[in-house]
T-cell receptor, first 119, second 113 residues
C-alpha cells in the first residue's frame, strides 16, 4: 500500500499524559498537512509542512501541540498534557502540488487518521 | 471568515434514486470548491472539484456545479448505488500557497436495496 499511513489507528490515554502520532506520507510528496476532526464536525486545518519547514499553524494549535517533519519525510504530532477536549480524529494528508499554465493544482491524499480518546 | 454549510444527514435513499446534497459557502474572492467522500474505515478521498464559477466537476456519476450567484456547490447523482453509502464533505480552499481546506460538517448517505 503506497497511500498515506498513520500510526496508531487508535490511542486511549489519561488526561495529563503526552501522546505522539506518526504520519508517513506518500513518498516524494513534499507537502504534509495535519487536520483535526471532532465528532459530527468536518476536519479543521491545524498545520502544514513544505519539505521539513513548518510554514503555517492554525490558532487551533495551542502551545501543547507540536509537529515536526525532521527530514521532510514522515511527520510527528505531539500533544503534551492532554485534555479531554483533545479527543478527536487526527488526520494527515500529503500532496505534490504542480503548476500548469500559471495555476497551482494540488490534490490532497488523506490517511485513515488516528482516533484519540482522552479519559 | 470562510465557512461551508451542508444539509444535515443522514440521507437515506433506495438504490437507483436521485441524490442531491446541498452545499453553500461563505467566502471572499474566488475559492476552489470540492467534494470529498469518506467510506467506512477509509481516509477522505477527493470526489470532484471546480475551480471557477460555472465550472462543473464530475466523477463516478456524481456532478456539482460552481454557482457563484447563489454561492452553492450542490452534489448530485442520477442513480445511487449501495456502494455510494458514505459520508460526503463539501469544502473550499484558495489556490496559492497551500490547500488549507475549510470543510462542512459532512452528510451521511445511506443507500438501501
Amino acid at each position: 500500500d503506497t497511500g498515506v499511513s498513520q500510526d496508531p489507528r487508535h490511542k486511549i490515554t489519561k488526561r495529563g499524559q503526552n501522546v505522539t502520532f506518526r504520519c508517513d506520507p506518500i513518498s516524494e510528496h513534499n507537502r504534509l498537512y495535519w487536520y483535526r476532526q471532532t465528532l459530527g464536525q468536518g476536519p479543521e486545518f491545524l498545520t502544514y509542512f513544505q519539505n521539513e519547514a513548518q510554514l503555517e499553524k492554525s490558532r487551533l494549535l495551542s502551545d501543547r501541540f507540536s509537529a515536526e517533519r525532521p527530514k521532510g519525510s514522515f511527520s510527528t504530532l505531539e500533544i503534551q498534557r492532554t485534555e479531554q477536549g483533545d479527543s478527536a480524529m487526527y488526520l494527515c494528508a500529503s500532496s505534490w502540488p504542480n503548476r500548469d499554465r500559471g495555476t497551482t493544482n494540488e490534490k490532497l491524499f488523506f490517511g485513515s487518521g488516528t482516533q484519540l480518546s482522552v479519559l | 471568515g470562510n465557512s461551508v454549510t451542508q444539509m444535515e444527514g443522514p440521507v437515506t435513499l433506495s438504490e437507483e434514486a436521485f441524490l442531491t446534497i446541498n452545499c453553500t459557502y461563505t467566502a471572499t474572492g474566488y475559492p476552489s470548491l470540492f467534494w470529498y467522500v469518506q467510506y467506512p474505515g477509509e481516509g477522505l478521498q477527493l470526489l470532484l472539484k471546480a475551480t471557477k464559477a460555472d465550472d462543473k466537476g464530475s466523477n463516478k456519476g456524481f456532478e456539482a456545479t460552481y454557482r457563484k450567484e447563489t454561492t452553492s456547490f450542490h452534489l448530485e447523482k442520477g442513480s445511487v448505488q449501495v456502494s455510494d453509502s458514505a459520508v460526503y464533505f463539501c469544502a473550499l480552499s484558495y489556490t496559492g500557497t497551500a490547500s488549507k481546506l475549510t470543510f462542512g460538517t459532512g452528510t451521511r448517505l445511506q443507500v438501501t436495496l
